[in-house]
């Protein structure tokens, strides 16, 4: 009774502060280091501050004053120096923004049925100026709000606008013509059933020519996500994995609520497992090769002539090997022929292509691959370091 409270622990040992009597000697101790000899009263940080007697506090010589440092995090300062800086990067802030906000709009038009969050998204958006792709989608489902509402005046307003501003483009066209079929081979699912056909073909860099022009036209269509993850697959295929990855990011990161947005995630994730190594393997011991040439891509006459010449000798020494056409950039074709067993033997049809007495005099060089090589030069675009590298 009457004495100081403990708090018991497993050991029986009291752990508040204040009851161990060490830990307070210590806190003393350090104090009087730090600060000196003070009492108890009003400003007692102040070094020379005078006591109620007209003196001043004395410090003994072996105690030294710390000032308190300030951490840069407390500092309005710390926070200042990081703000952006320069046309470009709040140019790029403000695009960002505009983005969001159009996104932000259309999800709670169409996922959510949130009619007056899509209303205040959307008319801060146009208050911003944004780029045309993004303010005459905005324009466009403002109108289709408020004439599904029943604000027809309201409607009107931005119906007008879009026909005055933008009469050339697909949205003038409908709210001129609401009930005029647009030309089929000028719809969206037409023309994306088209670029896929220039995929199928190969014509990589129409594709993704195309799908630049045609994301901007139909722009707020369901049919964009689609042709995005058209366009990351060609740009894949002619520029390489990185610009592939980078592809199916945007459509990932842009389209969440969408299916074509939720496969773009599963092929994110299998992009990052999939980690193809960029060295090259070392060939000695390896039975699947493959012989190619290098052509450029415009010169059609010698694609041409080279890969009838290949099929011609393939027949006649009755080799089991075929040749196709791949394509390697935007540059460059590689004629390819399959099913070699040996670098040496790659070697050899090379020579066989070469020599005039045989009948073909192919001059264009000829470079002997392992088929696992040809799939990490076409992945990361790196024939010219495996010439370096390998020949």
């Known amino acids: 009774m009457g004495g100081a409270p403990s708090t018991p622990t497993l050991s029986g040992t009291p752990t508040f502060y204040f009851y161990n009597p060490q830990t ?20 007692w940080r102040r070094k020379n501050k005078k006591d109620d007697g007209g ?16 951490r840069p995090e407390f500092t309005p300062e710390f926070y200042i120096d990081q703000l952006p800086q320069g046309m470009s990067v709040l140019d790029s802030i403000a695009k960002a923004r505009n983005f969001a906000y159009y996104q932000l709009g259309v999800i709670y038009k169409e996922k959510f049925k949130r009619n007056d969050l899509a209303i205040s998204r ?19 489902n403002l109108y289709l709000i408020y004439n599904e509402s029943g604000a027809f005046a309201k409607a009107d307003i931005y119906k007008s606008r879009i026909i005055n501003e933008f009469p050339d483009t697909r949205y003038a066209q409908i709210l001129l013509n609401p009930d005029a079929k647009i030309e089929d081979n000028a719809s969206p699912s037409a023309v994306y059933k088209r670029l896929y056909k220039e995929y199928e073909k190969g014509n990589y860099e129409i594709v993704v020519t195309n799908v630049e022009r045609y994301v901007t036209l139909f722009n707020g269509d369901p049919i964009v996500p689609r042709l995005e993850l058209l366009k990351a697959f060609a740009a894949g295929r002619l520029y390489g ?9 945007f459509v990932a990161l842009n389209f969440p609520n969408t299916e074509v947005g939720k496969s773009a995630q ?20 390896l039975s699947d090769f493959k012989l190619i040439y290098r ?10 002539q080279l890969k009838n010449q ?19 950039n935007p540059q460059e074709n590689l004629i390819v022929v399959h099913g070699l067993t040996s670098k040496l033997g790659s070697r050899g049809l090379g020579d066989f292509m070469a020599n005039p007495s045989n009948g073909f005099n192919v001059t264009t060089k000829a470079i002997p691959i392992a088929t696992e090589n040809y799939k990490i030069i076409q992945v990361y675009k ?10």
């Open 295 to 304: 052509i450029e891509k415009t010169n059609y006459q010698k694609l041409e």
């Open 24 to 43: 307070v000697a210590r806190g003393k101790q350090d104090f009087r280091r730090k600060w000196g000899k003070r009492k108890l009263e009003n400003n």
């Open 266 to 285: 599963k092929l994110v994730l299998e992009a990052e497992k999939l980690k193809i190594a960029e060295a090259f393997m070392p060939e000695q011991g």
């Open 382 to 391: 790196s024939l010219d370091d495996y010439e370096k590298e390998m020949l």
């Open 241 to 249: 994995f990185k610009e592939y990855k980078r592809g199916i990011d």
């Open 310 to 328: 290949l099929v011609k000798a393939i027949e006649q020494e009755k080799y089991g090997f075929t040749v196709s056409v791949d394509v390697y």
């Open 122 to 140: 959307l008319e801060n958006l146009i208050t911003f100026n944004p780029a045309e792709k993004l303010l005459l989608p905005g324009l466009y």
């Open 55 to 70: 003196g001043e506090i004395v410090i003994e010589e072996d105690e030294v004053l710390v000032e308190e440092e300030i």
